[in-house]
């Protein structure tokens, strides 16, 4: 098993300088600068890397959606954002919340200072519960859409409108998924969750409340 | 520990051990079959394609069974040639080109050049190959649905590949799966490149500093960060095209479309914005093909040269800024889109800087060879093809990057030749010399130098000869995607044709070589020792082939630089990264 370090080894024997000095070596394993046992955790590296790829396709969808308002076809039509998305962003908002106080409970109850383990479990359901309802109130603001005849491809703006809401709703249902995974690995006598699955859970969770912020914003600003 | 992300027993059933393998090693091996599959298919659909355009009305025998349609009574009809056309580019870009150098060796390499037991995320990268091996079937099914693969190459230009089954062969269901098979492919590629991240940055042996790492660990590193990004815009790209075709959508197709007279239900779309988001992937996908196949090339040709090239730092900022800038010139796929002239030249500016840092590249690997002991084998050969290949196909390249000379040549040969040569010859030389070079490691055979040797020079001489003539077709006019040359200016080329299809043949069968020796060698070649190369990095250190977790129970620890070669006062010619002997560093 690897252990990362990150700097140059610092070596003893560096050459003194002047004519004839020896040269300078390689340091002998001893000399190697220790790094402790742990490197980084492979999931907090990787969280942030999956985030970066989402973050540009989610840029991909916005230049598609800036390129076509300005099509020459002008067929760039204004529609009325359902009220209801408002209350989900509170939602999603609150979720972020609760999360956090989970994250908080869960180290402090790996960490044995004095959270239990049904604290975590508690605030980590209560996210859990609360993404579910985000998800099922952009539901309902696609059946407002629809009641109003406004369907996929009725025109670009309920086309992008559909795009978004739904790309957006399929990563929070993979965050869901992620943040039932924690639940089972925190709900047995013995816990198997490590501490960065929980990290990278949230970063995941927070970030999607934050692009969703930003979705809002062109939906309300652009459609 | 944080290594339990990489840590997992050995394997027990053999669904685990070669099919449903968690091991990179196993992996990489499935890419690399993969990638073989494809490029025997691509290549032999490039045989259809060149028989075909030198003798139009000839029969291919058996064609008539793949498309009754396309190619009735054998004869291919200028629509199936198009179809040929888009899947001979789709397996070549996607399923060769970026498998193989990168997702092959990439896979069984990188873990083990860093000292690592394995990816930081296995199951992912299991995962990773199965979505790409899902988006091979897909694709190969659209030979067999009714209509055949789509004709709309593999760019897959809207609104053509956007409208439907009105348009043409192939664009109805055979799109369709084009679409889904490319979405898929980015999925995976998605998978494999945050892997290739994540392990490289959290999962590096002890004393195995960044600039510790061997150039091809960079190339792929830099690689799946590249590919991370484009990936990312493509996926989009490929939903937004499914959903034009099956939901009705607008996003590429404009409005009052009259096709096969009937007026297409879509408004306002913009045929541009596909071309845009394809070609910003499109164009780091260039570098996608070539940067694994660069660190592959500098890994071995330091090895056969015996010293380290001239510069390790330069050469990975090289690679680096190559990286960079690849996100600021896709516009020059597009000079004849019609785009603003002042854009072109915006897009023209960064892709002539860009051929700087290749430039310096290739200075240097022919300036460190100046003065070394240049050991000569199968691998080295194809290296030095490599540089060849990448000069010849690149110096055509600055001529294109220039908008009013691109303008006149953009549909013709010229271009087919330039982007055969730079990105599909260059990195399958790559992919060869480093077949060459780790077979003995991966299989635990040593392959046939002489059978080697003479799949070289035929490849080598075979190659410039079906692409060089491309150049001289292309500036005399010869315009591309045509299935046959019936027009009188065209005539007076078709000798040159004739002469580029039977080089094609040959170069083609000249593979079968390569595909015996590697057959042979994997039963009957010599046993491999080691370290028959007497290199200097990690994968030299263990076991040929190595064993499931790599090190065994051995966690290496890295003493040295990657290429220790030639130092003055070691004990011998080189010193492996992990020898705790202390060599002189030179000055």
Not at chain 2, 121 to 142: D, E, G, H, K, Y
Request: net charge positive; with cysteine; glycine share 8%.
């Amino acid at each position: 098993m690897a252990t990362a370090i990150h700097e140059p080894p610092i070596t003893t024997e560096r050459p003194t300088g002047g004519n004839g000095s020896p040269p300078a070596f390689p340091p002998h394993e001893e000399s190697l600068r220790s790094v402790g046992d742990r490197s980084p955790e492979p999931a907090r590296t990787g969280i942030w890397i999956a985030l970066a790829a989402i973050a540009m396709s989610f840029a991909a969808f916005i230049s598609a959606l800036i390129v076509r308002q300005g099509s020459p076809a002008n067929d760039w039509q204004h529609i009325a954002i359902p009220g209801v998305l408002y209350f989900n962003t509170a939602i999603l908002i609150l979720s972020s919340l609760t999360l956090e106080v989970a994250r908080r409970q869960t180290a402090s109850f790996i960490r044995a200072q004095g959270a239990t383990r049904n604290q975590a479990l508690a605030w980590l359901v209560a996210t859990l519960g609360l993404g579910l309802f985000f998800v099922a109130g952009q539901y309902v603001a696609w059946l407002q859409l629809r009641s109003e005849g406004l369907y996929l491809a009725t025109n670009p703006n309920s086309s992008f409108f559909y795009l978004l809401t739904a790309v957006h709703a399929i990563h929070v249902l993979g965050g869901l998924g992620g943040l039932a995974r924690v639940i089972r690995r925190l709900a047995p006598a013995t816990p198997i969750l490590r501490k960065s699955t929980m990290d990278a859970t949230s970063y995941y969770w927070h970030f999607m409340g934050i692009l969703w912020i930003y979705l809002l914003f062109i939906l309300v600003l652009k459609l | 520990m944080s290594q339990e992300a990489a840590h997992h027993g050995p394997p027990t059933s053999f669904l685990r051990k070669y099919i449903f393998s968690v091991d990179h090693k196993v992996i990489g091996k499935q890419y690399y079959g993969l990638a073989l599959a494809a490029v025997f298919t691509g290549m032999i659909l490039s045989w259809v394609m060149r028989f075909h355009l030198v003798w139009p009305n000839a029969a291919i025998p058996g064609l008539q069974w793949l498309s009754k349609v396309g190619a009735p009574g054998g004869v291919m009809t200028p629509e199936y040639y198009l179809s040929l056309l888009t899947m001979h580019g789709t397996l070549m870009v996607f399923f060769v080109l970026t498998n193989a150098p990168f997702a092959a060796f990439g896979n069984y390499f990188l873990p083990i050049q860093i000292g690592a037991e394995d990816m930081a995320f296995p199951r992912f990268n299991m995962m990773s190959f199965w979505v790409t091996f899902a988006a091979f079937v897909v694709l190969m099914s659209a030979f067999f649905v009714p209509d055949g693969p789509p004709i709309s190459g593999w760019t897959a230009y809207a609104p053509l590949s956007a409208v439907g089954s009105d348009a043409g062969p192939g664009l109805g269901m055979g799109q369709n799966l084009w679409a889904i098979s490319i979405a898929l492919f980015c999925i995976a590629s998605l998978l494999g490149a945050l892997n290739f991240i994540a392990t490289t940055l959290d999962l590096r042996a002890k004393g195995m500093t960044l600039m510790r790492m061997p150039i091809s660990t960079w190339a792929w590193f830099i690689t799946s960060c590249i590919a991370l990004l484009a990936f990312a815009v493509l996926l989009p790209a490929c939903l937004l095209l499914i959903l034009d075709r099956i939901a009705g959508t607008s996003f590429f197709v404009p409005g009052g479309l009259m096709i096969s007279d009937r007026l297409q239900p879509h408004s306002g779309g913009s045929p541009l914005l596909w071309q845009h988001l394809f070609w910003f992937f499109g164009h780091p996908e260039v570098y996608i093909a070539i940067l694994p196949a660069m660190g592959i090339v500098s890994h071995i040709l330091i090895n056969s040269m015996r010293k380290p090239l001239l510069s390790h730092k330069v050469v990975i900022g090289s690679m680096l800024s190559i990286g960079f800038l690849s996100y600021m010139v896709w516009g020059h796929h597009m000079f004849l889109s019609g785009m603003n002239p002042f854009s072109a030249l915006v897009f023209s500016f960064p892709t002539l800087i860009i051929t700087i840092p290749a430039t310096i590249l290739t200075l240097i690997w022919l300036g460190s060879l100046y003065g070394s002991r240049l050991q000569i084998n199968s691998a080295s050969l194809f290296a030095l093809g490599f540089i060849s290949m990448f000069v010849s196909g690149g110096v055509s390249g600055f001529f294109l990057a220039q908008p009013s000379i691109d303008i006149y040549l953009h549909a013709t040969y010229f271009v087919v030749g330039h982007f055969h040569l730079v990105m599909g010859v260059a990195a399958i030389f790559g992919i060869f010399a480093g077949t060459y070079f780790w077979f003995p490691k991966m299989s635990g055979h040593m392959m046939n130098e002489t059978l080697g040797k003479i799949h070289f020079w035929f490849t080598f001489v075979g190659a410039y000869c079906i692409f060089m003539p491309f150049h001289y077709l292309g500036l005399a006019g010869n315009v591309r995607r045509y299935s046959s040359f019936v027009d009188d200016y065209l005539q007076p080329l078709l000798p040159v044709h004739k002469f580029i299809t039977i080089a094609a043949f040959c170069t083609g069968a000249a593979q079968l070589v390569f595909l015996f020796n590697l057959i042979y060698s994997r039963f009957k070649g010599a046993a491999a020792p080691d370290n028959p190369w007497n290199a200097t990095s990690l994968e030299w250190t263990i076991p040929s082939p190595p064993p499931w977790n790599n090190f065994g129970d051995k966690h290496p620890v890295v003493y040295h630089d990657p290429y220790q070669y030639g130092v003055e006062g070691a004990k011998e010619d080189f010193t492996m990264q992990d020898s705790p002997e202390r060599v002189p560093v030179k000055s």
